[in-house]
């Protein structure tokens, strides 16, 4: 008996393997066998049974042991997982290592059960509206319109009622006894979603995310292989979960880029969703309230139908915006540059009130770069070419990327001074003077450095709700789906520090940041503030988001889109190249890309390129890096590309590292 192997290496194709007697009733496609492999051993996947092996038996090894009772994957599973495979030219058998967690091949170790903290389930989902509005209804009707297969853009302002849809229609999926899949940003940050599904679905809704204890990883992984629980939700990788029958794939915030993997297997888990949906005729529901550039397209072209919850639910209004100048001299207040006359005032009123604030900035730590005042020298990390940022307690220069720390100097080592001054400003900044300004209130950060575990934002969260905090101070992490009733005013204290960093999404990530954030803003009966303060008050972008004009962004960034050729008009696939020595990876890149120019001239391959240049983070964790971005009208084109660069890269034999982004959400 011939099995063939897949196996969890970056090596091209499967292998064939023998059966031993012993071992032959025990083998199904879908299993872990462990078998030799070089020198050594592995573990691999059964990715095929064939009748034959054309190679010389004296060559064919035998596997060793089979892993599991069962198979862990079945055929329908096993083509989509080839078709990611193929698409992100990535082995099959890391696909596969990628989609099914370790623990449920792996023998049990005594792990104790986490004890779990119970959370109040019920306070904390509300309850259930008794009717629909309107355009909730008609939400519903065409996402399971049984005529229309086509993926539906669910565009919804935040409050809009996209929970309640997503539910109403996986009611109806459960009624007929299919499954369902959700996959949320970050699970972390959304107990309370997690908890509205838990009450709605009680006893079969399975979480899967990276958090998971190993444990707790294979009792949810074995609660759905076993068809206990039919919904699933979870960050991107739940979209490799093993629902039976799946009838629904729920993308919530689909304009979130935490659904693409930036490591090893680089897949979008939204675009994952919309294949395998398709695959399997299930639908599939993208959700946002700032739906991505591609995503809204797709809507114009007819690939994807759309669905638009315009206003709140119950006509709650929505905020108020306006848009303050930081440089003008009348709204200064002296020693705090980040802080106009128009946000303290209302932060003052709100606090009067004994309403809720949010303060939101971008950047994490006291303030983020240390300067000599004298001669403007900066401290940069020595492994990745980044500015440090400054932590006062404890005091230390950190890497926000290889996290190496450096005591503070007291001198420049430049010009020998002893200006060294703080630039900029972080969470841990505006508290202080926050605190100090308003000294009876009661004041909360929110930011990876104060919240870290699932456990701390749930307490979090928790205080917010039960109006124990006055004022949240916080970085992107407010910026997601939380529903603050108490919160009337959000004050964004810089909008435009991201309207220049190098990608060519900077404009959609800053109108989307803006918009969310804004979003938080009088989520209740109460009417919203919001106050953006900006450096550039007249920055269109700015601009769309004071009129509220998401159709007008839409239109002004896909001409510019168009004009520059850049998703949704092109495709991409990002070459990275790395090495230790800096010269011998920017020859291998400028030669890799001589030798690609000459190849798309000879086979006519349809593809231009952009570099090789070398990577805005030009280091890191000591390797040197550069790259050029492969641009071309379809992705079977890009797919020549990337055959040829492999083909280059193995006849070089160099030691420089080549590895592929395919549609890269981010080009650093
Ligand atoms: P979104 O997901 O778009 O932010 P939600 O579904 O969370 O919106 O709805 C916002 C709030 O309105 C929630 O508290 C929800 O319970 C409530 N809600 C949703 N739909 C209705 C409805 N049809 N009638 C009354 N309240 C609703
Ligand atoms: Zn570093």
């Not at 304009?255 to 294949?275: C, G, N, P």
């Not at 220049?500 to 009966?525: C, K, W, Y």
Request: hydrophobic share 35%.
């Amino acid at each position: 008996m011939i099995v063939d192997i897949a196996v969890p290496r970056p090596v091209e194709g499967s292998f064939h393997y023998d059966v031993p007697a012993e071992l032959v009733d025990k083998v199904k496609v879908g299993m872990v066998i462990e078998a030799p492999f070089g020198k050594s051993s592995t573990i691999g996947f059964v990715v095929g049974l064939p009748q034959s092996s054309s190679l010389d038996p004296s060559r064919i090894r035998s596997i060793s042991s089979v892993l599991t009772p069962e198979p862990l994957f079945d055929q329908t599973m096993l083509e989509f997982l080839t078709w990611v495979s193929q698409y992100y030219c990535h082995p099959l058998g890391e696909v596969i290592s990628a989609a099914i967690p370790k623990q449920s091949w792996e023998t049990a170790k005594k792990s104790p059960a986490r004890k779990k903290r119970e959370l109040p389930l019920e306070m904390l989902a509300g309850s259930a509206p008794e009717n629909l509005t309107d355009a909730q209804k008609e939400a519903v009707a065409k996402i399971l319109d049984p005529q229309d297969n086509r993926p539906v853009l669910l565009h919804g302002v935040t409050g809009s009622g996209k929970t309640e849809v997503y539910i109403r229609c996986l009611e109806s999926m459960m009624a007929e006894g299919k499954g369902a899949i959700v996959l949320v940003p970050e699970i972390s940050l959304t107990p309370l979603l997690l908890a509205r599904f838990s009450v709605r679905f009680p006893g079969i809704v399975a979480v899967w995310h990276s958090h998971l204890t190993p444990r707790e990883r294979r009792e949810e992984w074995e609660k759905v292989r076993s068809g206990q629980a039919r919904i699933v939700i979870g960050a991107r990788s739940a979209v490799f979960a093993p629902i039976n029958n799946l009838g629904c794939i729920v993308v919530d915030e689909e304009h979130e880029t935490s659904f693409k993997q930036e490591e090893d297997l680089r897949y979008h888990a939204r675009d994952m969703a919309i294949v395998r949906a398709n695959r399997s005729g299930a639908k599939v529901i993208l959700g946002s309230a700032t739906p991505s550039v591609e995503s809204y397209h797709n809507t114009t072209t007819g690939k994807f139908a759309y669905a638009r919850l315009a206003t709140r639910v119950q006509d709650r209004p929505m905020p108020k915006i306006a848009i303050i100048d930081l440089k003008d001299e009348e709204q200064k207040i002296s020693e705090v540059p980040w802080l106009s006359q128009t946000l303290d005032i209302a932060l003052r009123k709100t606090l009067a009130d004994g309403k809720q604030s949010i303060l939101y900035l971008n950047r994490l730590g006291f303030s983020h770069m240390l300067y000599c005042d004298d001669c403007g020298h900066t401290w940069r990390c020595n492994n990745c070419d980044i500015g440090l940022t400054y932590y006062r307690q404890p005091r230390v220069l950190r890497c926000h990327y290889c996290n190496m720390r450096r005591p503070v100097p007291d001198t420049c080592p430049e010009c020998k001074g002893h200006s060294i001054e703080t630039f900029g400003f972080g969470t841990e900044q505006v508290e202080k003077t926050i605190q100090e300004r308003f000294p009876t209130a009661r004041i909360a950060r929110m930011d990876r450095s104060v919240v870290k575990t699932k456990r701390d934002l749930e307490e979090l969260i928790e205080r917010i709700s039960r109006r124990d905090v006055d004022i949240v101070i916080g970085t992107q992490m407010i910026a997601k789906g939380h529903d603050f009733p108490g919160i009337t005013l959000v004050g964004i204290l810089t909008a435009d520090a991201n309207l220049n960093i190098p990608d060519f999404r900077a404009h959609e990530r800053t109108f989307q940041m803006l918009t969310q954030v804004s979003g938080r803003a009088g989520r209740a009966t109460d009417p919203g503030e919001v106050i953006i303060q900006s450096l550039q008050p007249n920055h269109p972008i700015i601009q769309t988001i004071l009129n509220q004009t998401t159709e007008t962004f839409f239109q002004t960034e896909l001409e510019s889109r168009r004009s520059h050729r850049f998703p949704p008009f092109s495709r991409l696939a990002l070459v990275r190249f790395q090495h230790k020595n800096a010269a011998r990876v920017s020859s291998f890149a400028q030669s890799c890309v001589r030798h690609l120019l000459n190849e798309f001239t000879r086979q006519g391959i349809q593809c231009s390129i952009l570099g090789p240049s070398e990577a805005p983070l030009a280091r890191l964790r000591n390797y040197y890096r550069w790259h050029c971005l492969v641009k071309s009208g379809g992705v079977a084109e890009l797919r020549k590309a990337i055959a040829v660069v492999n083909a280059y890269t193995q006849s070089q034999k160099s030691s420089v590292q080549v590895t592929y982004d395919i549609d890269p959400m981010n080009a650093m």
